[in-house]
């Protein structure tokens, strides 16, 4: 995108990346949300804008307007009107539990979707940032456990991600289950109509769509789980470990994952390292791994050759090089210093 300039030749339009931060609420370094801007192709990023906010542990930007969880016991979500790259506070509404870790944007409501984590449950509410009624629907997860005692006690609330059909999926770490909602577009009220097991301990965290297929990270168990819609059912076709003996690898968790070119990205914490994956017949294939550019990378985001990896440990982001044939994420072109990154979004 560009915009003319006074001789009326094209001008670049600013490329903007906005980072969510833990911040000394929960013991984290950052300062809430940071807005990194580079005028052009080739100049270095600089930062334009610091946002002081609780926790901004996820973000989402969306018809000029930025969505922020904010990962406190309270639970709330933070709305900004995005003006010229800037970010204006608009509102801040209840998420609808405690520990919100991930919002989308229902695109048949227009509501946003909020995980609430430690409430084990999910959030609505309007997704207009200066709407003066903004009422959370809040409703509970089914009530479980998995055999991971000390992390599936009860339902945790991971992420909640839109399908092609019409309704919202939502990932539940505690109970190894994906439960699936529909939002009234009118009221906003969130209905649950199924849930999908997945298998034993693998511990759902972050879902991304892979054509008509379902590709579910196991935070628990290190493998990706890709599933099919058979009969208005999801279900597991194939596992595949996320590197080679990751399953049988302590200390191993995986966090983010993702599709970019027909291949799959999942970032994995304790190993600090990004794999990738094709799609080799109707399978999943590791092509490889490589290191991400620091520690504990919790979240990434991939543009046009490049994927840009929050390495919440290590208090940085790493921008890495993707090989055009293998989609390879090669040694960091640039580091900036951001206190505890959670997440990471293009604008």
């Known amino acids: 995108m560009s915009t003319p300039g006074l001789d009326g030749t094209a001008v670049p339009a600013p490329e903007r990346l906005y980072i969510g931060s833990y911040t000394p609420t929960s013991g984290g370094r950052g300062a809430g949300i940071t807005v990194l801007e580079r005028p052009a192709p080739g100049v270095p990023w600089q930062a334009a804008q610091v946002v002081e906010a609780d926790d901004p542990s996820f973000l989402v930007v969306v018809d000029g307007a930025l969505h922020a969880a904010s990962e406190t016991a309270e639970g709330r979500v933070l709305s900004y009107t995005?003006?010229?790259?800037?970010?204006?506070?608009?509102?801040?509404?209840s998420s609808g539990g405690s520990s919100p870790c991930h919002l989308v944007v229902d695109p048949v409501s227009g509501a946003l979707v909020v995980a609430n984590y430690v409430a084990g449950g999910i959030g609505v509410l309007s997704g207009d940032p200066s709407d003066p009624a903004r009422v959370t629907r809040s409703l509970a997860l089914p009530v479980g456990h998995g055999p991971v005692l000390d992390r599936q006690e009860r339902p945790h609330a991971h992420q909640a991600t839109p399908t092609p059909w019409g309704t919202i999926v939502v990932s539940d770490l505690g109970t190894?289950?994906?439960?699936?909602?529909v939002v009234d577009p009118i009221t906003l009220d969130p209905e649950?109509?199924?849930v999908h097991p997945l298998p034993s301990g693998s511990g759902p965290r972050h879902l991304v769509w892979l054509d008509d297929r379902l590709v579910v990270v196991g935070e628990l168990d290190a493998r990706l789980h890709v599933l099919r819609r058979v009969g208005g059912k999801l279900v597991v076709d194939h596992s595949v470990e996320v590197f080679e003996g990751s399953s049988s690898t302590p200390d191993i968790l995986p966090s983010h994952v993702a599709v970019d070119a027909g291949r799959v990205y999942v970032a994995t914490r304790g190993r600090d390292t990004i794999s990738v994956f094709s799609v080799e017949g109707d399978r999943l294939a590791l092509v490889g791994e490589a290191p991400c550019g620091g520690e504990w990378p919790r979240h990434f985001a991939i543009t046009p050759g490049m994927l840009y990896c929050a390495n919440q440990a290590?208090?940085?982001?790493?921008?890495?090089p993707l090989d055009p044939e293998t989609g390879l994420p090669g040694a960091p072109v640039d580091v900036f210093s951001i206190g505890s990154p959670a997440c990471i979004v293009v604008g």
């Open 176 to 181: 190894d289950r994906l439960v699936e909602y």
């Open 82 to 93: 995005v003006s010229a790259g800037s970010l204006v506070a608009a509102s801040s509404a």
């Open 314 to 320: 290590s208090d940085t982001v790493s921008v890495l």
């Open 192 to 194: 649950q109509i199924a």
